[in-house]
């Protein structure tokens, strides 16, 4: 998935499929995917793949759905190669809208870090999108679980707690601004968000910097209900970018990690197991050492654990375990006891979907 997103050629991709690591042999040396000799039967089946899916939203907006890593465990961004189809079509006066998965801490982190090395495409605008809901738990809000009705304190006007949680909004506006480019916040607003609350967090976001924030109704009413946050977004991309990266790649890899923990997650420093230490070592020896990092980390928090909400301060970022993905070109360390498997539920969701064969109408899906 990493590879297939961030290639922008069929060329590309069977170079990077045939750079993927398998093993490393006796003497310490990495084996490739090349050197068993299946570059060109992985890139067969990865033919068809290669292409963007177009769709399109309820309303006609032209849509490419390509790729989809998750940015805890992976880099967490659509493909390249749609965002430069996008690109091609809207023309120099155009506007490309490219998802970012979670918070600034990760999808974010990693667009810039990852995917605009591999693009060479540059950023005019980050749309940070927020919720009232959200903010309330950030605050200190009571737990949410799943399937059972939201507690009264996200449902009701509860100024207090939108005010506290606002810390974790204005943090992910500052990691947005070690870019050097300009945040628009979408406050994606429910029907239980009182005027009291949505004025609150706007006005705390501009506060923050953030270069404008304005409520959004799309979810009610459609893309009439995000006009406001166009013009925001427009006006915001007119002014000139001064992207930078976080980091130089030529950094060893330790003083990479360093910088991502303390510079954007706010950690006091971090704690690499001997395992970690191992694997980076092994990693700079092969000659990996100049690869971009790719953080897998909760996006239930700042920190590493998941149930440390607002802005953590003052703690050490444990780093389990170091892997490498050469294929897709990144270094991905593990933070804390994080898992490399997509979560699933116990009960699988295909049991509540079925087809009404007489009108066709799919039924339990959403």
Known sequence: MAVLALTDSLTDMKERLGRM??????????VTTSDLGVT???????KDAIKPNLMQTLEGTPVFVH??????????????????????????????VTEAGFGADIGMEKFFNIKCRAS???PSVVVLVATVRALKMHGGGPSVTAGVPLKK??????????????????????????????????LNVFRTDTRAEIDLVCELAKRAGAFNAVPCYHWSIGGKGSVDLAQAVREAASKKSRFQFLYDVQLPIVEKIRT???????????????????????????????LPICMAKTHLSLSHQPD???????????????????GAGFIYPLVGTMSTM???????CFYDIDLDTETEQVKGLF
Do not use: W
């Open 40 to 46: 060109g039967a992985l890139t067969v089946l990865m």
């Open 342 to 348: 997509p979560g699933l539920p116990t009960r699988p």
């Open 67 to 96: 790729a989809g890593p998750f940015a805890n465990i992976a880099h967490g961004n659509s493909s390249v190669l749609a965002d430069k189809i996008a690109l091609k079509l809207v023309g120099e006066e155009g506007y490309v």
């Open 260 to 290: 991502i923990a303390q510079s954007v997650y706010g950690a006091e420093d971090i704690e690499l197991s001997p395992e970690a230490q191992s694997k980076i070592d092994r990693y700079t020896e092969q000659g990996f050492g100049n």
């Open 120 to 122: 060479g495409l540059v």
């Open 21 to 30: 690591v398998v093993a490393s042999d006796r003497n310490g040396q990495p």
């Open 308 to 326: 440390k909400k607002g802005v953590p301060k003052d703690f050490i970022l444990p780093i389990s375990d170091v892997r490498a993905s050469i």
């Open 153 to 186: 304190e996200y449902t009701e006007e509860n100024l207090q707690l939108v005010a506290d949680g606002c810390c974790n909004l204005e943090k992910q506006i500052q990691i947005a601004q070690l870019f050097g480019v300009p945040v628009v916040v979408a």
